[in-house]
């Protein structure tokens, strides 16, 4: 076991608690519009400190404006719709399993881009994901009852794959870090201009609403930067690609959502029925298998 595979395993466990930190937020009657803004403007100040100390503080140079602007946006969707998921009362078990619906954009994202071209193996894997994703939302065929629970998480999948594409576009003079922390500055702006939207179609206070923080949830908030954002993030920024592959990082990451579920079951006593754990196994499996496909695609 090489420090690489250590990291992967300890930024896997760092993501693992996001859906329990927003938990414990939701139940001291905190929204996730307000948890998703301190989350970033504490990621900000941790990542900021960071720069500072290296003496990698700049400012944003012109011509790769419009990709912080685009990448800030999408990581704000992508960070409001899997935290929302909570707000609306979907089990962390079946939010999280929905989130990594994500390798079924990104298929779509590659073929659409004309970066990969999706062959019949491909698309049954796809097929297979969707099939998950039926099973895990609880939808019924014969009365079919779409919410906010189950549309989130979903959005929240596609967001994720757009912005781990764009992550991959990157400015290649920024560290990923300085990437992460100019996403942070874009995206708080976005989120504001989001939460004015969303408070005219929502009466949801758990979604919308604004409170003043506490001593306590201000540490919690912190915690929840600190040890399920920048850390993670940061650990996987040191990954060696020849000490572990990409897609072994892929697969290591995975188990993400199995201790979210794990953490489901001892912390808040959530279970969902047998059915919705084959789906989420389903979508594992899914994932999994692109990983591998991909894998393949890169060494022909």
Not at 30 to 40: I, K
Not at 108 to 125: C, L
Not at 229 to 256: A, C, F, H, M, R
Request: charged content about 10%; glycine content about 8%.
């Amino acid at each position: 076991m090489n420090r690489s595979f250590v990291y992967v395993v300890l930024a896997a466990v760092g993501f693992s608690f996001i859906l329990v930190f927003s938990t414990v937020l939701k139940n001291l009657g905190m929204s996730s519009f307000e948890q998703l803004f301190f989350r970033l403007g504490f990621g900000f100040l941790i990542l900021f400190a960071v720069m500072l100390a290296r003496r990698r503080l700049h400012l944003v140079k012109r011509k790769v404006l419009p990709f912080f602007m685009v990448i800030g946006c999408t990581y704000a969707l992508f960070g409001l719709s899997g935290l929302s998921a909570i707000a609306f009362g979907t089990p962390i078990p079946v939010s999280v399993a929905l989130v990594y619906t994500q390798p079924i954009f990104t298929a779509v994202i590659s073929q659409a881009t004309g970066k990969e071209k999706v062959s019949g193996s491909k698309t049954a894997v796809v097929l297979f994901g969707v099939a998950g994703a039926f099973l895990v939302s609880g939808i019924q065929t014969t009365n079919p009852q779409i919410t906010p629970g189950i549309v989130f998480p979903i959005l929240a999948g596609f967001f994720y794959a757009i912005y781990l594409w764009l992550k991959r576009q990157a400015p290649s003079e920024y560290a990923p870090y300085q990437t992460l922390f100019y996403t942070f500055i874009f995206s708080i702006p976005f989120l504001l201009l989001f939460w004015i939207v969303f408070r005219n179609f929502s009466a949801n206070q758990l979604f919308v609403g604004i409170i003043l923080p506490d001593g306590w949830q201000l540490i919690v908030l912190f915690a929840f930067t600190l040890f399920s954002t920048v850390l993670p993030y940061g650990l996987l920024n040191y990954v060696k690609v020849d000490e572990v592959s990409p897609t072994t990082e892929g697969l290591l990451l995975l188990g993400d959502p199995l201790l979210h579920t794990l953490w489901a079951t001892l912390l808040f006593r959530q279970f969902i029925s047998e059915i919705q754990y084959l789906g989420a196994a389903v979508i594992l499996v899914s994932a999994a298998l692109h990983l591998r496909l991909s894998a393949k695609a890169l060494k022909h």
